[in-house]
């Protein structure tokens, strides 16, 4: 249970990202990491693909066939997903877990509007783990970006704060926060993502923008810090193979599908919403 009933602000905005989907080599190894390190539950299995999610909830699925070729990592794809938890109790007790589990950290931060901490799964596929601060805490600028850094945090104070007794697993209301993308250069990932799909410039980094809809601090991340000038990604390749953005406004939904019209980009249209392609071969389906 959580102390935290409401959704997250992340979630009840205009647009949220809903589920990423990665290619594997070694299908057992990702899953059971997700699993038993990362604390999602299996929700669906075969013998090329797992689901992972929370409570019931889908947001991670996996697959793998026998033709997989490892990505380089100055790829165009993946640089992080991001697992948003609902309270800082729940990041403490996760980062317990995994001292207990010997896991490798890749790094922690405190940014101003949230607590962080890095790490990589198996396949080397980039991983946070996250808690917000309350929006009432964040520093929004005249033009309604928000302040953001990265600053250290203090991990042992935070394992600290975890509550004793046995983990099991992510908490309830755990979902994907955001989505940190490698892309080939910055000027292209926002013309996609800010002049077509209608996500608002947040903040910017040297060689990152930070992109969202109703006032969250980023939905979507796009940087060239490993893959500047990235082309498209290649057929057959481990990694990031697409994500969902979920409109909770129609009319927010109809704009982006304009936004797509407008520059004839193509999207093909199914029970999971209109699928389509980034600038860099990234998939991407919108849904309502």
Sequence with gaps: MTDQAAPSFALTRPAHVDTAHLVVQ???RVAGFYRDIIGLTP???????????VAGTPLLTLTTDRTVAKAPRTAAGLFHTAFL???????GAWLAHAAHAGVRLDGASDHLVSEAIYLSDPEGNGIEIYRDRTPMEWTYFPDGTVQMATERLDLQALYDSAPKGAWGGMEDGTAIGHIHLQVGNIPEADAFYRDVLGLKIM????????????GYHHHVAANIWNSRGAGARGTGMTGLAGYALKFNEEGELARALAGLERLEIAATRSAQGWSLNDPWGIGLTLSA
């Design 26 to 28: 070694d299908l057992d």
């Design 43 to 53: 929700l669906d299995a075969s013998a090329s693909g797992q689901v992972l999610g």
């Design 85 to 91: 938890v609902p309270n800082r109790r729940a990041l």
């Design 203 to 214: 903040a910017r980094y040297p060689g990152a923008s930070f992109f969202a809809t109703g």
